[in-house]
């Protein structure tokens, strides 16, 4: 799989693609359950809905539209760092959660790799 991974059912138009700018949701890491319910919450988010907690909450430190997935998986907590964009979904990071915040890092990762994204799409979230 390329690093830009779109969803088959685009052309249909009622889904949003996802890129994946980094992390996968595999298993392993997670668990086959953990992968079905992550990839269900993504499912959500590409038809357009609107999650709020527990599922999903808004990481305007990252930047604006930009999301943080909450998932629980065998004891196991993962967070799953996205943007909401017009036309597409862009996966910022996946990470398991360590500690009560969101390490600076991560925090940075996403802002340089949304950055990247946008510049290279001349400011447009559309691949």
Same mark, same amino acid.
């Given at each position: 799989?390329?690093?830009?991974?779109?969803?088959?059912? %685009?052309?249909?138009? #009622?889904?949003?693609? &996802? @890129? *994946?700018?980094?992390?996968?949701?595999?298993?392993?890491?997670?668990?086959?359950?953990? #992968?079905?319910? /992550?990839?269900?919450?993504?499912?959500?988010?590409? #038809? $357009?809905?609107?999650? $709020?907690?527990?599922?999903? +909450?808004?990481?305007?430190? &990252?930047?604006?539209?930009?999301? %943080?997935? +909450?998932?629980?998986? %065998?004891?196991?907590? *993962?967070? !799953?760092?996205?943007?909401?964009?017009?036309?597409? !979904? @862009?996966?910022?990071? &996946?990470? /398991?959660?360590?500690?009560?915040?969101?390490?600076?890092?991560? !925090? %940075?990762?996403?802002?340089?790799?949304?950055? &990247?994204?946008?510049?290279?799409?001349? $400011? $447009?979230?559309?691949?």
């Amino acid at each position: 799989m390329s690093d830009a991974t779109y969803n088959a059912d %685009e052309t249909r138009g #009622r889904e949003k693609p &996802i @890129v *994946w700018l980094h992390g996968r949701v595999e298993t392993p890491p997670f668990s086959l359950q953990g #992968r079905l319910l /992550a990839g269900g919450v993504l499912r959500r988010v590409q #038809r $357009g809905q609107r999650l $709020g907690l527990p599922h999903s +909450r808004p990481m305007p430190v &990252i930047g604006p539209r930009c999301h %943080e997935l +909450r998932l629980h998986d %065998e004891g196991r907590q *993962w967070r !799953i760092f996205y943007f909401v964009g017009t036309r597409v !979904i @862009v996966v910022l990071a &996946i990470v /398991a959660k360590k500690s009560t915040r969101t390490p600076q890092g991560v !925090i %940075e990762g996403c802002r340089r790799r949304l950055s &990247i994204y946008l510049l290279s799409h001349q $400011g $447009g979230d559309t691949p």
